[in-house]
């Protein structure tokens, strides 16, 4: 998301290097930096890196942790940086980040990075209600003695002088959602899709017959320990899909997560079924894509690719709220499922998916081939450094 912002950046003459919280989240960005070439370093962690990051410590550690971390956030921003720009505001280390960032008057900025689903907020069940309950009145209990780092909160909330919505519909919530501190919620688009704008004049030539492949992006389930149950369920289905898309006269490709093993998909499908290309590259042959807890459906939307999305069969119920409206992206339970919608019966229902949620992406993400989102970013960072240089600068003549 951010290496086409820096690289625009540059372009007006402004130094830019990425601060990556590996020792606390352990998701390989230092590694993807090097590789793309962009200056980096990591924001160190007393006792060294943790092993798969926080997702699985018990609250209390990883509280410990976070307090801890104060002082290494102080000395990374010892020498002030004009501006601090965060991917999101409600994980800890962050909070923690743009918290002292303002604390030194430094600028803050926010790009949206991910989905909002407003309609599809709240608990989904009896019990996950109460232990939001709790949950809400600790983190109102922390905010009062002084610790709202450590509270729980949504995306948005925690605040920056600027925000960078991806489209008009994340625009709407965030700004229903900032605090008094949040100067200005601003559409940019998301940068990450900018590396779509050579593929979008095929997003206008939709048609079944000249696409052969349904594509199924994988969830990290087990690389993120999110459950091994829903990890070996994901996998089964792939066998299962496999089979069923090939009798149907179709191809059926695999892309795994980058925190996933593609030998291992390898191993159940073949070679051949698992794909190395870019999502992107996958999505402009496909017919259909199979994705659940991803943006890819973003990318999807804008390429003009129908979208379904495995449902209980792969991520029991407590993945619910956290899958696409079921309403825009219908879930399936079986291979058999998939495989009827390759029929040609099925061709104008392919086309009437591809139409509705090509709009609702159009709500979620503004794209605008003209004006990439990178330069919409680096435009309100720009903006934000400005302003925070006039606050600075000497009185008197220039």
Known sequence: MF???????????????????DAYYGQGAVERALELGLPVRTLRRRGGSLTGGFYDRKTIYVWRDVIA??????????DP?????????????EKLVLAQARSQSVGTVLVQDGRLSPAREGPASAGSWARWTVKRGI????????????????YGEWGADVVC?????????????ARSRTSRVVVTGQPRYDALLPLMPQRHAW?????????????????????????????ALAAELATAVRAAGHRFVVKPHPRESRARYAQLLGPGDVSGASANELLALSTVAIVGISSVVEEAGLLGVPVVVPGV???????????????????????????????????SELRRLTETQSRQVGLEIAFDPISPAAEAVANAILGVVTERRSRTAPAGPA
């Not at 940086?81 to 280390?93: C, R, S």
């Not at 993945?319 to 040609?344: I, M, Q």
């Open 207 to 235: 048609d079944a017959a000249k696409r052969s492949i349904v594509s199924m992006f994988t969830t990290p389930f087990a690389a993120d320990r999110l459950g091994t149950t829903e990890q070996e369920n994901q996998e």
């Open 165 to 177: 919505a991806a489209g008009h519909a994340g625009a709407s919530l965030l700004r229903s959602r």
């Open 81 to 93: 940086p004009t501006t601090v720009v965060a991917g999101n505001d409600f994980g800890l280390v």
């Open 139 to 154: 983190s109102a209990a922390l905010e009062q003695i002084g610790l709202g780092g450590l509270a729980s909160s949504r």
């Open 313 to 347: 069969v792969v991520h029991g119920q407590r993945f619910d709220r956290r899958l696409p409206d079921p309403r825009t992206y219908p879930r399936f339970e079986s291979a058999e499922e998939v495989a009827r919608l390759l029929e040609p019966s099925a061709r």
């Open 69 to 78: 971390a104060r002082r290494p956030v102080i000395e990374a921003l010892a």
């Open 3 to 21: 290496a086409p912002v820096l690289a625009a950046l540059e372009s007006r003459g402004l130094t830019a290097e990425l601060l990556s919280l």
